[in-house]
């Protein structure tokens, strides 16, 4: 994946926009654009550029409460919306259009986390425990702890996560970003 394509998804997502004007605003006011902005430059094939942003995750992590590994798999349009308190283990592959809020966790004991699926929309307070496989078009609302597969094109919600609706699902992605 192409570094400066990713980060300009991730922007995109912000505002609609790819632009000095927004990128500026972004990296001044977005607290989840700052730390995915060095998350993405991490991925970066010069070593120079690996060193600078392992420091800054570093700030920015403690910072913020945010913990992602450098490992994990995210695709285009990442969007950590309200940036604080959210981990996110390395074996975890997020598809594209991808929406988290603050107090998330996603994570496995054994190396083997969740595989999230393209416009999915994370919301506050979630825990997505180990190997589990989330569709496209998915809505996760608050408080859910996700512990099954979740099919495409639902809502879920409570604790084991179940399906509450499957109207117009995945609706609070907004900006998507074509691929």
């Known amino acids: 994946m192409n570094i400066i394509q990713l980060i300009k998804s991730d922007l995109f997502r912000i505002k609609g926009k790819v632009d000095i004007k927004t990128y500026l605003m972004a990296s001044f006011l977005n607290t989840g654009f700052k730390y995915t902005f060095w998350l993405r430059a991490h991925k970066s094939q010069y070593?120079?550029?690996?060193?600078?942003?392992?420091?800054?995750l570093s700030i920015k992590s403690r910072q913020y409460q945010i913990q992602i590994s450098r490992n994990a798999d995210i695709g285009y349009?990442?969007?950590?919306?309200?940036?604080?308190c959210v981990v996110i283990a390395g074996s975890v592959k997020i598809g594209n259009n991808c929406t988290v809020s603050q107090f998330l966790t996603i994570g496995s004991m054994h190396n083997s986390a969740a595989v999230i699926g393209d416009n999915v929309y994370i919301g506050p307070n979630v825990c997505i425990?180990?190997?589990?496989?989330?569709?496209?078009?998915v809505t996760i609302g608050a408080g859910a702890v996700v512990v099954k597969d979740i099919p495409d094109n639902v809502t879920v919600a409570g604790v084991p996560a179940k399906i509450i609706s499957e109207n117009t699902p995945g609706r609070l992605v907004y900006n998507r970003w074509k691929i």
Do not use: A, P, T
């Open 129 to 137: 425990v180990e190997d589990v496989k989330i569709g496209n078009n």
């Open 77 to 84: 349009g990442f969007f950590i919306n309200h940036g604080m």
């Open 47 to 56: 070593r120079l550029i690996r060193f600078i942003s392992r420091i800054f």
